[in-house]
């Protein structure tokens, strides 16, 4: 099994640009001219791809990216399909019998990327055409598998960590991540009133991989992991100075996003979920296990399972109400 | 597999044996450094085996890397996460060192074998490394022939 930010990652803000369209010649241009604009074509499309994706620009080192996390407000998603729809109807517009074979492949392979992702638009895949394994849905955007939850922190731990530059991208990120949050948030809003839910045991430790995210002692918490152990090369009183605005960050902005996120997730998505009747369609199974998403696995009795989603409630109520985890300040010691 | 079982000297059935390989502590860590030691000593061993086998090998090196704690419950027991020449970043191939009981050491070798090399890491760290070719043949992946060629 393979993961990469590609599927992992899904996340906010992205500065989209206009791609310029390119004229391709339908006849009379030599070979070696409409690979030259095929090649243009791609090379276009991704730049337009990493941009609008920077935890995967991270993930394959592709420049400039790292400030940012995905769009995924209604208006970034549809400037995704958008991208998605008109990246296709460009390469339809090239000829493909006038490119020498191996353009072809090139040709056939990237008409099978976009092909599916726009296919799977239907069920609420993400337009990203470059998958792995599963393509990420946007109405099911969290499971114990992935999501911000891992995405986050995994793709704060993948960007380089050198340079005061390379600190400031990660406190950039960090700063941003309460919309992303906020995005993720209506993302799964979006999914119940859809009636799209994951298979419960794909729910069944996700509210405990949020809660670890923000543990008592925050500097135990994998979001700061980057600021643990600064290198050597950035002097100490910058070094001091990088803990102390990332500190300030989780406790202000980063953990009680995240506490949000868990109180959400918990009340709504694990605990209060409503029946949503199985649909008969094969072709609908993406829409997952149509039960209740208790916090139990598939084999144990309702009776335990009930009993769980009781105690899941109740941790949700003591969390809400301040008894227990809450963000009043850093607490634990730097090593 | 009973030829198998029988050449190893274990008296008793299949279903004893399979219960022997998934209970007895000779199997199994008791320290998770251990364990993440011995997929080092795995990878270490089958690394310059590549070199009878393949007469292109990536410029890009890949690492033994512990899954973080806030996901190794859920996690798979191994798994593979593609480097970045260009951000000069390795490719890190993750174990799991939550429940050492749940990680005989018996799949340690087929399952590194798989993740890093010749599996996951020598396939995708050479598509990074193509040469002339457009950047989604470097990075996509489709499934058939990554799952495929790691087999």
Redesign the interface.
């Known amino acids: 099994?393979?993961?990469?930010l590609?599927m992992l990652a899904f996340s906010a803000g992205s500065a989209l640009f206009v791609m310029p369209l390119l004229a391709f010649a339908q006849t009379s241009s030599s070979p070696v001219e409409v690979t030259g604009k095929f090649?243009e074509y791609?090379?276009e499309d991704?730049k337009r791809w990493m941009q609008e994706y920077p935890e995967a620009a991270?993930?394959?080192?592709?420049?400039g990216q790292n400030r940012r996390w995905s769009d995924v407000s209604r208006e970034g998603i549809e400037a995704k399909i958008h991208h998605l729809h008109e990246s296709l109807a460009k390469l339809k517009s090239i000829s493909r019998d006038e490119l020498p074979a191996g353009e072809q492949l090139?040709y056939d392979?990237?008409r099978e990327?976009l092909e599916t992702a726009e296919e799977g638009l239907q069920y609420g895949d993400d337009p990203m055409?470059?998958?792995?394994?599963v393509p990420f849905n946007m109405w099911m955007p969290m499971t114990?598998?992935g999501g911000i939850q891992?995405g986050i922190?995994?793709t704060l731990?993948?960007m380089?960590h050198q340079t005061v530059a390379d600190y400031e991208d990660i406190l950039a990120r960090l700063e941003a991540v309460p919309k992303n949050v906020e995005q993720n948030i209506t993302l799964l809003q979006e999914g119940l009133r859809k009636g799209y839910t994951p298979p419960k045991l794909m729910l069944?430790?996700l509210p405990?991989?949020i809660a670890?995210?923000i543990p008592d002692d925050a500097w135990k918490s994998?979001l700061l992991a980057p600021f643990v152990d600064l290198p050597v090369g950035i002097p100490d009183r910058r070094r001091k100075s990088l803990r102390d605005r990332a500190s300030k960050l989780y406790v202000g902005l980063v953990a009680p996003a995240f506490q949000k996120l868990y109180d959400y997730v918990c009340a709504n998505l694990c605990a209060g979920v409503p029946r949503i009747h199985c649909r008969d369609s094969a072709a609908q199974w993406r829409r997952g296990v149509c039960v209740p998403c208790a916090l139990a696995n598939d084999y144990e009795s309702d009776a335990t399972a009930d009993s769980r989603n009781r105690s899941l409630r109740s941790e949700a109520n003591s969390r809400g109400n301040g008894q227990s985890h809450r963000f009043d300040g850093i607490q634990g010691q730097l090593p | 597999m009973d030829k198998v079982i029988a050449s190893t000297g274990f008296k008793g059935s299949f279903h004893d044996f399979t219960e022997f390989l998934r209970a007895d502590p000779r199997f199994f860590y008791d320290q998770a450094d251990d364990l993440v030691n011995g997929y080092r000593i795995i990878a270490k061993k089958i690394d310059p085996e590549l070199a009878h086998l393949f007469g292109k090998l990536p410029r890009l090196p890949y690492g033994v890397c512990v899954i973080p704690e806030f996901k190794a419950p859920s996690q798979t027991t191994a798994y593979y996460q593609a480097g970045a020449p260009a951000a000069g970043r390795p490719g890190c191939y993750f174990v799991n060192t939550y429940n050492l009981r749940a990680r005989p050491k018996w799949e340690m070798e087929a399952l590194s074998l798989h993740e890093s090399v010749p599996g996951h890491h020598l396939q995708i760290s050479l598509a990074q490394e193509l040469e002339g070719q457009p950047e989604f043949r470097k990075h996509a992946g489709y499934s058939a022939f990554v799952e495929g060629w790691a087999l």
Request: net charge positive.
């Open positions: 099994m393979i993961r990469t590609l090649r791609l090379d991704w991270t993930s394959a080192g592709f420049p090139n392979l990237y990327l055409p470059f998958r792995h394994v114990q598998m891992q922190p995994s731990a993948t380089p069944r430790d405990k991989q670890d995210l994998a």
